[in-house]
């Protein structure tokens, strides 16, 4: 039996993929990774800060939490923004504005000036992530985001493997009256900066923009975005505002889904060196390197559950196991040897950044791409206040107890209760979607 060769529809779809996946991840890919290091190379310094300035562990926990406060306020406009302003221009305006804030990072004086550039950063940053994520939508189609998106989170997964040793090297620098820390931030902050030449050259906001497709590539791809968003307004039967939706209660499943990764992520992203440090007689260095391993271990699990859901179809099933794994280790990580502590944390972190991949594909399939970039900027923002609320608490667990135990059992609950919301989420290629009730109509 001979398989019938593809459409030239087919095949022009097929080819515009894969030179969009050529010609824009590795730049997005590296964006991800200075976006990364540049939020949380925090996490290095907090001996240094309580050295040079004085800072507690309570103020560098708020400190590093500021951050997704602001994030969360200002991303959903930023999303919205970037739909009318176009994704090259405003891409490049977000790389620009937080590389500026990172490098200024280096001349913090105390707590005061510490909050207000940590809130800073969030607002330069914010819309990012979504930015990228919506970006895909327009690009690709469906059946290719969820590769796309795996490789896209592996920048920071990527991004904690090298911010580890490199910022552990930068921390040696001194000259010019400033100290390793500064000079970390500020090499840190010009490379962000440096990027937005490569953003302005290479991204595009539109399939038409792009010189490296042909016009049979360019309108595989314009007639993907029509078919596929054709296909969600004939499945839900109706327009959907967006006030309607955020009445949904899918999407606030997807918020609290989000938050409650988010909450594991970003305690051991801030939280991880020190933990490193109780095993004592270690280097700067040596800590960057011995911070790279779980996250070293998570690229490769990443990609491997990506594999898996794409193999067989059942994302909620997958989210929910990486979010299980996640908690053993959690719960591990509280034991009193700080080796096995450390080990634990790596196994865990199989889990947590696993599901942060896993869970994107599910509320990209249930969204009208109508709405899609405001409501995936909502999810993402309230989500990342599990940034605020992580590092926070732990900070004032350790100045207050001289432990982080108890914050470790509080995130292993959480991901456990993730793991079982995990099963109450749909999306449209599997579920009927969600149709607003006709009470909702009237209150609009």
């Known amino acids: 039996m001979t398989t019938a060769p593809a459409t030239p529809a087919a095949s022009a779809l097929d080819t515009a993929a894969a030179k969009v996946n050529r010609h824009v991840m590795p730049l997005f890919l590296l964006m991800f990774v200075a976006n990364y290091v540049d939020r949380v190379n925090l996490g290095f310094v907090s001996n240094y800060l309580h050295t040079d300035l004085g800072m507690g562990a309570a103020a560098f926990g708020l400190g590093s939490g500021l951050f997704f406060v602001s994030y969360a306020i200002f991303e959903v406009p930023s999303n919205l923004l970037m739909v009318k302003v176009g994704a090259r221009a405003w891409l490049t305006r977000i790389m620009f504005t937080w590389g500026i804030v990172a490098a200024a ?76 820390w500064q000079w970390m931030f500020l090499i840190e902050g010009l490379f962000s900066i440096a990027l937005c030449v490569a953003s302005w050259v290479l991204v595009k906001s539109h399939p038409r923009d792009a010189a490296w497709l042909t016009d049979a590539e360019k309108d595989a791809l314009e007639t993907m975005v029509a078919t596929e968003q054709a296909e969600r307004e004939a499945a839900a039967g109706t327009r959907l505002p967006l006030g309607t939706l955020l009445r949904d209660p899918q999407i606030l499943l997807f918020c609290f889904l989000y938050f409650a990764i988010q909450l594991t992520i970003y305690a051991a992203t801030f939280w991880l060196p020190t933990i490193i440090r109780r095993m004592g007689g270690l280097t700067d260095f040596e800590v960057g390197l011995y911070n790279a391993i779980p996250w070293l271990i998570a690229m490769l699990a990443m990609y491997g559950f990506a594999l898996l859901s794409t193999r067989w179809r059942f994302q909620q099933g997958w989210l929910a196991t990486a979010l299980v794994i996640a908690a053993i280790g959690l719960f591990a990580s509280t034991s009193a040897s700080p080796v096995f502590s450390f080990v634990a944390i790596c196994f865990s972190a199989l889990g947590f950044k696993a599901a942060a991949s896993l869970f994107w594909p599910i509320p990209q399939g249930y969204l009208d791409a109508r709405v899609a970039a405001g409501v995936i900027a909502l999810i993402n923002s309230l989500g990342n206040l599990g940034g605020f609320f992580a590092p926070a608490a732990f900070g004032y667990l350790q100045q207050r107890t001289g432990s982080i135990s108890g914050g470790l059992y509080g995130l292993a609950v959480a991901s456990l209760i993730a793991a079982a919301a995990a099963f109450l989420t749909k999306n449209q290629r599997t579920n009927r979607p969600w149709t607003p009730h006709p009470e909702q109509h009237k209150a609009l």
Not at 105 to 127: D, I, K, N
Not at 132 to 151: M, N
Request: with cysteine; hydrophobic share 50%.
């Open 105 to 180: 990072m280096a001349f913090t004086r105390g707590e005061t000036s510490f909050y207000v550039l940590r809130f800073l950063l969030g607002v330069a940053e914010a819309g990012f992530f979504p930015g990228v994520v919506y970006y895909f939508t327009q690009w690709l189609p469906q059946r290719e985001r969820g590769k796309a998106i795996a490789v896209f989170l592996g920048g920071s997964a990527l991004a904690s493997v090298v911010c580890g040793p490199i910022t552990g090297a930068l921390l040696s620098v001194s000259g010019l009256g400033l100290h390793g």
